[in-house]
């Protein structure tokens, strides 16, 4: 048994928690709202965030930040909270542990991927990715999962795959950073969009013509900055498009039906309660495709529709009206 600590105790930070028991590891599920951590005590549940699942003895909620002090850690904040809570951790970390991050998203102003934040706020600790199909009400309840788990060392990768896989969750390593990241990332403006279509109603037709071009677009960007196609093929790419496109666990599937339906940004995020990813992701990757010159169509118009009143359906007109392509011109598995 091993000392692990998660910091986020959210419902990814829950639901990886109970993970890592099961896995056969003594956790510290760390966060910093007293009120809520108490709640959690008292209830031996996460009621607000993962509703369901029990908390065994083996995971302790606190709000003290010495229990970071453990062979690894899992950082499982929204993407725009990393920075800030690395800088919080860090004089509680034990020299060299591993730094797993959890999150699915890019840094806003910067474009950062969220291990690069990760590398400049904590140097000197082995930093993976884990990122795949994998919502946390499922993981919660132990539902079958495969996911892959990404760092730069493949012994980094080995170790946290040791440290995590069961017989209901399977892991794979992978050495391509950026692609799991980019994948991780750029799904969820495809099920932002998926969720817009949802709410005006399409055919199943157009759902599927929309997450296939968004594939391809994921991948571009994500080839453009140093990925490997195949990893877009894979469990980090088209594995969680899947599964964020189709399930009414996705944040963000729900938060495009409501806009889609007609309702303002900021209502729907103020209904949906949580982080919507790819709210952000859209902005960060509109600037990084004028960065690479990558043509991202689904994205700009996702942009356009979000932060400039473009309507949704003269977004999707927009789409079909472009100019005349070949399908795998601009797929990204020639690297353009």
């Not at 509703?51 to 993407?79: M, N, Q, R, Y």
Request: with cysteine; charged share 25%; net charge neutral.
């Amino acid at each position: 048994m091993k000392k692990i600590a998660v910091f986020g105790s959210g419902s990814w930070g829950t639901a990886i928690s109970l993970l890592l028991v099961r896995a056969g590891h003594k956790v510290s599920l760390i966060g910093i709202f007293s009120d809520e951590i108490e709640l959690m005590k008292r209830k031996k549940e996460n009621i607000q965030y993962l509703p369901g699942c029990f908390l065994p003895d083996e995971i302790t909620p606190t709000t003290d930040l010495k229990e970071i002090d453990a062979e690894a850690v899992f950082v499982s904040v929204p993407s725009h909270a990393v920075r800030e809570s690395a800088r919080l951790i860090k004089p509680y970390l034990r020299p060299g542990c591993i730094m797993i991050n959890t999150a699915k998203g890019l840094e806003e102003n910067t474009g950062l991927r969220l291990s690069q934040v990760l590398e400049e706020e904590l140097p000197g600790h082995p930093i993976a990715v884990l990122s795949g199909p994998s919502h946390a009400e499922e993981v919660g309840r132990d539902v079958v999962t495969a996911v892959a788990v990404a760092a730069k060392d493949i012994k980094v990768a080995e170790a946290v795959q040791d440290l995590i896989m069961t017989s209901k969750f399977r892991v794979y390593t992978n050495l391509d950073m950026i692609g799991v990241e980019m994948g991780g990332s750029l799904k969820n403006i495809v099920a932002l969009c998926t969720g817009i279509l949802d709410g005006m109603n399409p055919k199943d037709n157009t759902k599927a013509a929309l997450m296939t071009r968004g594939l391809a677009e994921m991948t571009r960007l994500g080839v453009a900055m140093g990925g490997q196609p195949e990893t877009f093929y894979g469990l980090a790419g088209i594995g969680d498009l899947i599964v964020t496109c189709t399930s009414l666990h996705s944040r963000n599937l729900r938060a495009g039906r409501a806009l889609g339906a007609g309702k303002p940004l900021d209502e729907v995020l103020r209904e949906v309660g949580m982080v919507v990813e790819g709210v952000r992701a859209t902005k960060v990757a509109f600037e990084l495709s004028k960065k690479y010159g990558i043509s991202m169509p689904i994205t700009e118009q996702a942009y356009k529709v979000l932060f400039e009143g473009l309507s949704p359906s003269e977004a999707l007109e927009n789409l079909m009206m472009r100019g005349k392509k070949h399908e795998t011109e601009d797929m990204g598995i020639l690297g353009r």
